[in-house]
Every structure is written in C-alpha cells, then in structure tokens.
Nanobody
Framework: QVQLVESGGGLVQPGGSLTLSCTAS????????IGWYRQAPGKQRELVAT???????NYADSAKGRFTISRDNAKNTVYLQMNSLKPEDTAVYYC?????????WGQGTQVTVSS
C-alpha cells in the first residue's frame, strides 16, 4: 500500500518562502515520477510541478522561476521550494504518484499567503 504524506504548509506573507515535503511509504518511490498539485477554494486542482525518477523537472507557467521541485530518493521524499509567494498561490497543495494505473494522493497541506 502506497501512502504519501505532505508537510511544510503554513501562513506566509507575500514575497516569503516555504518548502513543502512529500514523503512516501514503500520501496518503489525512486522509480516513480512525482507531481505537486494545488487546489484553491472554488477552483479545480491544477498541476504545479513534476519530477521524473532521474530528477528531470517540469513546471506550470505559474511556478516557473519561483518554485523548485527536487527529490531525495534515499529519504523517499520530494520537495517543493516556493519563493516569492503571492496571494494567488494560496491553496491546498497535494503530491501524487502514479503506479499500476492508479493515482495515489496525499492528504494535502494548506499554504496561505497573506499579509
């Protein structure tokens, strides 16, 4: 059974930074791509960034230049470093891993950007 646990969310002022973590159970983590998604109130869940097993990263336009996704396979953890945060980044952030035709999601971590 795959379990993903996000952490690191919180309240931050505009222009501030946060680092989110997504830790997975099991020993298949290193061979899987991981994605960070977010969902703001009243909006659809959207992709923020993905990282391949080898560390290749892809970003949504809204994240380019401000967010950095990385992974530490030894710790079964993917990180999302978020800088220059804006109020429109406020959302619940989720990580996702796909395996055997199924998507596994964490429970999410709230990020609120407000003064």
């Amino acid at each position: 059974q795959v379990q993903l646990v996000e952490s690191g969310g919180g309240l931050v002022q505009p222009g501030g930074s946060l680092t989110l973590s997504c830790t997975a159970s099991g020993n298949i983590f290193s061979s899987r791509a991981i994605g960070w998604y977010r969902q703001a109130p009243g909006k659809q869940r959207e992709l923020v960034a993905t990282i391949s097993p080898g560390g290749y990263a892809n970003y949504a336009d809204s994240a380019k230049g401000r967010f950095t996704i990385s992974r530490d396979n030894a710790k079964n953890t993917v990180y999302l470093q978020m800088n220059s945060l804006k109020p429109e980044d406020t959302a619940v952030y989720y990580c996702k891993m796909a395996m055997s035709g199924r998507d596994y999601w964490g429970q999410g971590t709230q990020v609120t950007v407000s003064s």
